[in-house]
C-alpha cells in the first residue's frame, strides 16, 4: 500500500490517461466506474465533500434518489485513492461449464456436415438449425435446451470458419460536412417536425395507430419516401462463411440490370391501391430493365412520368389525404426547367450564344434596398438574353473591376470572387423549385429533399435492405427467372416491417434534433424501438454516459 495518497488533481489526470488507454480494451464496467471516478474527480476539486459528490454523481447515474449507490461510489474513489487502480472483477466466478463441441464425436459430425457444404452457403443460422435437427440428434445426444444462433457462430470460428468480406470500394462519408448539417439542422429537421404534427404515428409493440390532432381546414399528411434500387442476375453475398483454406469464384459480369423506383408509406406499406379484398388495382413501382437492346436508361423524365402516377394512385388510395413526397438530393430529382436561372451559364456581356433565361423578382435580402421587390427581365426587348454585368448592375452592383468567371472554378470559400458567383448566391439563383416540386406543389401535395449522406433517414433503404437479402439467397436460372425472383421479393415485405422501418427513421430525425450525432443517435435509436421519438430518458441515459 503507498505511503502517501495522491491528491485528486493527480489522480483524475491518471484516470483520464486510464480511459484513453482502456476505451476499447477494458470491459464496459470498467470503463464506466473510470467515468465515475473522473466525475467525482472534478467535483471534489470544485471544492464539494466526498459525501456531496458521490450524492451528485448517483444523482447522474442513477433514477432513485441513490443512497446505496453513492456509498459504493465512496467505496470505489477510497480504493482508488489508496492503490491507484480499479478493485479486481470478482463477478463471474469460475468457468466450470464444458463445451459439447470438445466431444469428438460432435467435432467430427459438425466438421463433415460443413464440409459437404457449397461454398457460400454456410451461415451461423442454417448451420445452428442443422445441429438442432439432424447432427446433434444423430449421435443420440438430449440437449436440455436447443443450441442457440450465436453458439453455432463460436462454433464456426471453432472449426476454422470466417465471416469473409467479398465487397470492394470505399465510400467517403459527408455525414456530418458543415453544409449538410446545417441544412439538416435549420431547415429539413423544422419542416419535418411541422409536417409530423398532421401524421398518423404507429405506436408501441402492436404498432397501434394514433390519428393526429388537426385543426380547422387541415388535412392529414402521409408520408411517401422514394428512391430507386437495382437487382442483377448474378447478384451475390457481400460476405459469407467460408474455411480458411476456401474461395468463391465470382463471376466477372452481374448480368442484366432490374431497376426499380417505389414509394413507401406507413399506411399501406409501399404506395398503392387495394380493392377492400386486399386485391391490388393500381401501384406507384415502376420496374425497368435498361442496358444493350433493352429500355433506356433511368432519366428525369421517366421519373417525372412516374410521379404523375404515383400521386393519382395516392389520390384514389387515400382521398381527402396530403402527400409528403421525400426524396434524396440526386440530380435528377434536382432538374430545374429549361428556362431557370443559372448564373454560369451566362455570358459576361449581353447576347451572343447563351440561353434565354425566366424574368424574376429581384429578392428582398438583395444588398440594394431600393431595389427589392422589383420585377426584373432577363432579356431586352430584342429578345437577347441579358449579360452578367448587365444583371447584377440592375441590381445595384458595382462589378466594373470584377471578373465574369473564375478558371477553372470558383475558390468554396468565396461568395463574390467574380460575377457568376456573386450572382449565383442571389436568392432567385439560389432558391429555385426544381420541376419536381412545381409538379408536386401544383397537384396539392407537398415536396422535401432529405439531407445529404442520410439514408437512415430513407426508410426505404432498409426495405431494399429486406429485399435484396433474400433475393441474393436465392439461386436463380437466368434473366426471366431474376425477374420473377425480384418481383416475388419486392411484393413481399409486410406493411408492419416498412412501418418499423419508417419509425426507425423518424427516430434518426428525433435524435438529431435533440443535439445526438453518430454512434449516440444510433445508441438513442436502438433504445427507443417501440417509438417513434426519442425520449427525455432515453436523452438522460445516454447523457449520463457521456458526460
Known sequence: MPTDIQGWDVLREQIKKDLRKGSKTLPLS?????????????????????????????QQWHEDKGAYFARKVRALARHYQIFEQLPRECRGGTHKSRTLLADERVKKAASDWLNVQTAGNVTPKRFQEALNATIIPALLINLKNPLSERTAQRWLLKLGWRMTVLRKGVYMDGHERVDVVEYRQKVFLPLMEEYERRMAKYEGPDLK???PTLQLGEKEIIPNFQDESCLTVNEYKSRTWLRDDQTILQKKGRGRLIHVSDFINPETGRL???????????????TIYPGANGDAWW?????????????????????????????????????????????????????????????????????????????????????????????????????????????????????NCCMARLLSQQDDFKHQESILEVLIRKSGHECIFLPKFHCELNPIEMYWGWVKYRYRETPKNGFADAKLQAIKYLDACPDDVIRRFINRSFRFM??????????????????????????????????????
Open 272 to 286: 398503392l391501391h387495394r380493392k377492400d379484398d386486399g386485391t391490388i388495382i393500381d401501384e406507384a413501382r415502376k
Open 510 to 547: 428525433s435524435a438529431y434534433r435533440k443535439g445526438l450525432t453518430g454512434k449516440a443517435a444510433a445508441w438513442a435509436v436502438r433504445k427507443q424501438r417501440q417509438h417513434r421519438q426519442v425520449s427525455n430518458s432515453a436523452m438522460m441515459s445516454i447523457e449520463a454516459v457521456l458526460n
Open 30 to 58: 470498467q470503463v464506466n466506474q473510470l467515468l465515475i471516478l473522473r466525475n467525482f474527480a472534478t467535483l471534489r476539486l470544485k471544492g464539494l465533500k466526498k459525501m456531496a459528490a458521490s450524492e451528485e454523481v448517483a
Open 209 to 211: 395507430r394514433v390519428p
Open 299 to 415: 432519366d428525369a423524365p421517366q421519373l417525372l412520368a412516374q410521379v404523375e402516377h404515383a400521386i393519382k394512385v395516392f389520390e384514389k388510395a387515400h382521398p381527402g389525404c396530403v402527400s409528403l413526397f421525400l426524396f434524396d438530393q440526386s440530380s435528377a430529382h434536382a432538374s430545374l426547367p429549361p428556362d431557370a436561372l443559372k448564373a454560369f451559364e451566362m455570358n459576361k456581356g449581353d447576347g451572343g450564344k447563351q440561353r434565354i433565361q425566366h424574368d424574376t423578382i429581384i429578392p428582398e435580402t438583395n444588398p440594394c434596398p431600393e431595389h427589392r421587390g422589383k420585377f426584373q427581365k432577363m432579356t431586352h426587348t430584342d429578345g437577347r438574353p441579358k449579360g452578367l454585368q448587365r444583371v447584377l448592375e440592375e441590381r445595384g452592383f458595382d462589378v466594373k473591376k470584377l471578373k465574369a468567371k473564375c478558371s477553372p472554378v470558383c475558390p468554396i470559400e468565396n461568395t
